[in-house]
Every structure is written in C-alpha cells, then in structure tokens.
C-alpha cells in the first residue's frame, strides 16, 4: 500500500495548501488537497455542501475523500481543518508523516479573513474561530509527528521546517 510523503494538519489559514506546494515541488512530487476533491466530487464548493446537505453529510464524504487519497496518494496531502475530528481519520493517520501547521489567530485572520465563506466560523467568527482551535488542538497535537509553528514566517521558510521536522530531502 502506498502512502503519503507528507501529510499536513492545522486550521484554516494555517497555509496548508500554499505550504504543501511547495513541499511537493521541493520533493518533486503531486500535491493534493482532500477538500478540493470533496468538491470536484460533490460537484460544488463545500459551503454549498454545508448549506444544501448539512455539516454531518459533509464529514462522511470528508472522511471517505481523506480515506481514498492516504490509501492512493504518494505525494503531499493536506487536509481540511476539521478532518481531524473523525476518529476512524484520526486512526488512518496513524504511522503517517503528519505535520500540523500551528497557526495563532491573528495570522489567521490576515491569510483567509473571517468573512469569507467558512460555514463552521457564521456569527463570531473570532470566537468560533477559538472554539474550533480549543476542541482541535489536541487532535492535532495527537495526529502529529511534528509540529511546525507558521507565526511570523514566509511560506518557504515554514515548507523548510516541514522537510527538516519530517528529515525529508529536496529533490
């Protein structure tokens, strides 16, 4: 069974996706994201899928895209914020490289903004925000080989930490 070379964690705004290309490019391989396949499946983004089919309809195909994409996917993998929750996922990450982007709120705020159409931050989206990250952490945490603070840091240089945490060479 193959599996990926990176996989990374970590709440929206963490630079999963911006991180994970470039990590994929350095070790000459695919990047894939789980929530960019949920909506090519779905056949629409996914706060259409929290609104049309509800949040409990959303995390079975969540846990079903991150399923097939650890058994068939070899490069960098990046998940979406809340996969981390399902505990059969959280069983899947088990061995696998995993790295969670930690990420404080205040940069939260300035890579994605807090309008933007994220169906689980609706209302206070600094204190849902809060929430999210108090009941996440220490899933993250648990999933994780390592952890890779972002604060304050250029893509580039959070995409080195990776490879140095994971000890992976550049191609």
């Not at 914020?81 to 300035?110: C, N, Q, S, Y």
């Amino acid at each position: 069974m193959s599996a990926p070379a990176v996989v990374l964690i970590g709440p929206p705004g963490a630079g999963k996706t911006t991180v994970g290309r470039i990590v994929a490019e350095r070790l000459g391989v695919d990047y894939r994201d789980t929530d960019s396949d949920i909506e090519r499946a779905a056949g629409k983004p996914i706060p259409e899928i929290f609104i049309d089919e509800g949040e409990p309809h959303f995390r079975a195909l969540e846990r079903e895209a991150v399923r097939t994409a650890l058994a068939e996917h070899t490069g960098v993998l990046s998940l979406g914020g809340g996969a981390i929750m399902d505990e059969g996922t959280r069983a899947a990450l088990a061995g696998a490289p995993v790295v969670f982007l930690e990420v404080a709120l205040a940069d939260a705020v300035k890579r994605v903004g807090l309008d933007a159409p994220r169906p689980l931050l609706i209302g206070n989206p600094r204190a849902r925000w809060r929430e999210l990250m108090d009941q996440r952490r220490p899933l993250y945490t648990e999933a994780a080989r390592a952890t890779v603070p972002t604060d304050g840091r250029t893509p580039e240089e959070v995409a080195d930490a990776v490879l140095e945490a994971l000890q992976l060479r550049q191609a």
